[in-house]
């Protein structure tokens, strides 16, 4: 970030590289629109260029570029102009070899039916991610989908770790309510 708040536009590119598919995954899987996520993270960077000069590491890039991206997600969800449309991520029906998506399956090994039924229940559990109030979403996505710890998802969320004990709690109450039958 030193020789980026320079104007180094080299090792600006060498950072989008090393953290834009991170950066559009948790997007991706916050949002659910893979075009929208590409426009979202393209403002992450652009925040990231323009705030270069006033970075100061507090904490590790990838929190402070978090914390970009997660201000942008539910800001855009605030906005009156966002449809939420949910698309699926990991499997295209229309051309099941054909990836694009942002991860895949690893395991080649299952059956056609074992695929499409992980398949199905990915998608019910991505659909109620997606039905969870801002805060929450984006606590789930960054604890079981990126990794981070509780300290760091404080730091990305701007709240006290036992808020996002708090968050997550709820947060799993809630995909309960929504998946188990009654």
Known sequence: MGKVAQ???QAFEILVHRHQKRILNLIFRFIGD???AED???DVFVRVWQAAKEYEPKSKFTTWVYRISAN???DLQKTVHYKQIFVYPHFNA???NESNELFSYSDNS????DLMLAAEKSR???AAIQKLPYNQRMAVI???FEGLSYSEIAKVLGCSVSAVESLLVRAKKNLREKLLPR
């Open 94 to 96: 229309e051309h099941p």
């Open 40 to 42: 979202v993270a393209q």
């Open 34 to 36: 893979r075009e929208q």
């Open 142 to 144: 960054l604890k079981k």
């Open 124 to 126: 019910t559990i991505s």
């Open 110 to 113: 299952r059956s056609p039916e």
């Open 7 to 9: 104007g180094d536009t």
């Open 72 to 74: 942008l997600c539910i």
